[in-house]
């Protein structure tokens, strides 16, 4: 107890908690939850549901039991130049 004067040799012991480190990863959802430091046996901060386009939040799940819900678009590819100097 730091309220209490000393009146006699004392030895003070540190005394540690476990933390876990909690990231979000959203797909390429917006916007990106901040890292969590979380005591061990605490619980998670529930962040803001992200979005993304064309699709509809179901939720978080641990790395590993994502269910496949919402695929990410590739990137079209760029077209061909056309070998006349035209549009295509």
Same mark, same amino acid.
């Given at each position: 107890?730091?309220?209490?004067?000393?009146t006699?040799?004392?030895?003070?012991?540190?005394?540690?908690?476990?933390?876990?480190?909690?990231?979000?990863?959203? *797909? !390429?959802?917006? %916007?990106?939850?901040e890292?969590?430091?979380?005591?061990?046996? +605490?619980?998670?901060?529930? /962040? &803001?549901?992200?979005?993304?386009?064309?699709?509809?939040?179901?939720?978080?799940?641990? *790395? !590993?039991?994502? %269910?496949?819900?919402?695929?990410?678009?590739?990137?079209e590819? +760029?077209?061909?130049?056309? /070998? &006349?100097?035209?549009?295509?």
């Open positions: 107890n730091f309220d209490v004067p000393v006699e040799d004392i030895t003070l012991v540190a005394v540690w908690d476990k933390v876990w480190k909690v990231t979000f990863d959203t *797909d !390429g959802g917006e %916007p990106v939850p890292v969590q430091l979380v005591r061990d046996g +605490d619980y998670v901060d529930m /962040p &803001d549901e992200p979005t993304k386009d064309n699709c509809t939040f179901n939720g978080w799940y641990e *790395d !590993g039991e994502t %269910p496949d819900t919402c695929p990410t678009p590739e990137p590819p +760029d077209p061909e130049p056309n /070998p &006349d100097g035209g549009d295509n």
